[in-house]
């Protein structure tokens, strides 16, 4: 974990990149995205069952729990919509994947769109966030670069972008903070919740719906 210079680096070829750049729109419009992503679960009849709300639970939580993660070694600093970074975190999770924070909210969105039972979208969903997220993080690698050079891009080299992998050799020991972490995570609990109860609504209507067309068709 370091500190980059006062001095402004010059920016890099990777950062003003087309597909960096679109990124970066992407990137401070991010908060709003899901809202596009989780709609049509959210309006589209599925077939929602116990057994779908147990497996979408379980990724929702492990989502959460490696959101935690990343955000108590890295900081609050990830819900920044700026370019100003202040260190580059190499240690805990980040020394296994370098996006450990969109690997979270993958799947979260992945357990919302399982427990709404719309299971013909999953594959649309996961090429969504694909794009969306491989632009974002084509900015952030850009911006990296131009703050940290060659030391971001020894650690681009060795640890993955999106598929976790354990670390080699002795690792950077670093600080966590869990209570930090906890509290800035807090908008995203409440979130989780006003999308758990609008999928629990949407089951119950559903069935009720379903139960009248019932009685209607004799």
Not at 66 to 80: D, K, P, S
Not at 175 to 197: D, N
């Amino acid at each position: 974990m370091t500190q980059p210079s006062e001095v402004r680096p010059p920016v890099s070829a990777s950062e003003i990149s087309a597909p960096a750049r679109i990124g970066a729109v992407l990137f401070r419009h991010r908060g709003w995205l899901p809202i596009l992503f989780l709609g049509i679960p959210l309006v589209i009849p599925g077939t929602m069952s116990p057994f779908r709300w147990e497996v979408g639970l379980v990724l929702i939580a492990l989502g959460e729990l490696v959101r935690l993660a990343g955000v108590a070694a890295a900081g609050t600093v990830t819900r920044r919509r700026s370019r100003n970074v202040q260190r580059l975190v190499t240690y805990g999770i980040f020394a296994w994947v370098r996006n450990p924070l969109y690997i979270g909210n993958f799947l979260a969105w992945m357990g919302f769109v399982t427990i709404s039972g719309v299971l013909w979208f999953l594959p649309f969903a996961i090429l969504l966030f694909a794009l969306e997220y491989e632009l974002i993080v084509r900015y952030e690698e850009g911006v990296l670069e131009s703050i940290f050079g060659r030391e971001y891009l020894d650690y681009r080299t060795c640890t993955p972008r999106w598929i976790p992998r354990p670390p080699k050799g002795e690792q950077e020991k670093g600080e966590y903070h869990w209570g930090e972490a906890v509290r800035s995570e807090i908008s995203t609990f409440l979130q989780y919740i006003v999308l758990l109860l609008a999928l629990w609504i949407k089951s119950k209507v559903y069935v009720q719906a379903g139960a009248e067309g019932f009685i209607r068709s004799f």
